[in-house]
């Protein structure tokens, strides 16, 4: 295809609008559920306080903000694809901004700002806590503020707006490759993003794992979940072309999104099986690497563990049943095979290690 003729294919995927408004018009559009910041994000998407100000002080200055990203929802919703820390800044400091329960979220206190420095203990309206409020003409200039919103019409090709989400939200985040994936799947489909919430958080998957706090809260337990469901069934010559992980993992949350209902149930019947056997064969040590020698495991959570362990048996089921005595003698003649030597993974990335670990936990468990 020529460059003019792809540009022509792709720019009729998405159809888009433009317009400014004000921040009063934006905020009863909240108010009214008819726009959607998605609360989940507030803890991926953080901002200090000291950051949260100077948003402030730019409104009150009257500086352009960046246009704020939505994309409309078949119910006509507007989903914020990129701008939710500083739609929930806004609103956070108007004192209307709410939590994933629905509970209002203290108003923000603002600190001493750059320019304005009379701006620290201040809020929008009185509030406990707070040395003062902005005056009625200064809320008035805060609401009549506007801010350019860009609108990604819901005729739009959906994986356009997959397309557009990365690449708003992928570039100087701080946020894990997964928890972009999160945010990614609740803008897709907050159904699937529970299911997978869900699965992810059962109490033999948790135990099973045994991983720290740090990598629970950076949602590294969802991205195992998400492994093993678009890995456990995917055949051996995908595994040798999978690449990098995370960018194979990315795109398989479109494809992911769009699973039905008999699907997810299937797959979270295996998911359950599968965690709820090893969680009774081998407790918390089941992702540990067993010595042998010592005839106890030693380290953390084993990746080769997950992938030979864990994806072996989920490749079979539900077709197939084990024992609790198969299991445990699975994991002691992976960890005796000279092939999984303590140096095994040393210097090998994630798709390198894969190519062998799953075929291999695959034939472990076909006997």
């Not at 960046?66 to 914020?80: K, L, N, T």
């Not at 490759?177 to 159904?191: D, G, I, K, N």
């Not at 033999?204 to 809260?217: A, D, E, K, S, W």
Request: hydrophobic content about 40%.
């Amino acid at each position: 295809m020529t460059l003019e003729s792809e540009l022509t294919l792709h720019r009729q995927k998405i159809t888009t609008d433009s317009y400014p408004m004000s921040i009063s018009e934006i905020a009863n559009l909240y108010r009214d559920g008819e726009m959607d910041i998605h609360p989940e994000f507030q803890r991926i998407f953080r901002w200090s306080n000291k950051q949260r100000t100077q948003l402030i002080e730019s409104i009150l200055l009257g500086i352009p903000l960046p246009s704020i990203f939505v994309a409309q929802s078949e119910a006509g919703i507007w989903d914020v694809v990129d701008g939710v820390q500083r739609l929930s800044t806004i609103f956070q400091f108007m004192g209307i901004l709410r939590d994933e329960q629905g509970n209002l979220v203290p108003p923000l206190v603002c600190d001493a700002a750059p320019f304005l420095s009379s701006l620290e203990g201040m809020t929008y309206d009185s509030a406990e806590g707070a040395k003062g409020a902005l005056t009625r003409p200064q809320q008035l200039d805060f609401k009549r503020s506007r801010i350019d919103i860009k609108i990604i019409k819901r005729e739009s090709d959906k994986r356009a707006k997959y397309d557009l989400f990365q690449r708003l939200n992928s570039l100087g985040s701080a946020a894990t490759p997964q928890e972009l994936r999160s945010c990614l799947l609740v803008s897709l489909s907050r159904a699937h993003f529970d299911w997978l919430r869900d699965i992810a958080n059962s109490e033999n998957f948790q135990n099973v794992l045994n991983l720290p706090g740090r990598l629970i809260n950076e949602q590294y337990h969802l991205e195992l979940a998400l492994r093993f469901v678009t890995l456990r069934a995917l055949p051996e010559q995908r595994i040798s072309a999978v690449g990098n992980i995370g960018d194979f993992l990315s795109a398989e949350i479109l494809p992911f999104s769009e699973k039905d209902s008999s699907e997810l149930r299937s797959e979270q019947d295996v998911f359950e099986s599968c965690f709820a056997l090893l969680n009774d064969a081998l407790g918390s040590d089941a992702m540990r690497k067993w010595n042998p020698s010592r005839s106890r495991t030693e380290g953390a959570f084993s990746s080769t563990a997950f992938e030979v362990l864990a994806l072996g048996l989920g490749h079979y089921m539900p077709r197939k049943t084990f024992t609790v005595n198969q299991v445990r003698e699975a994991r002691e003649r992976l960890w005796s095979d000279p092939q999984f030597s303590p140096g095994f993974a040393t210097g090998r990335s994630a798709d390198q290690r894969m190519k062998e670990t799953i075929p291999y936990g695959r034939r472990l468990f076909s006997v």
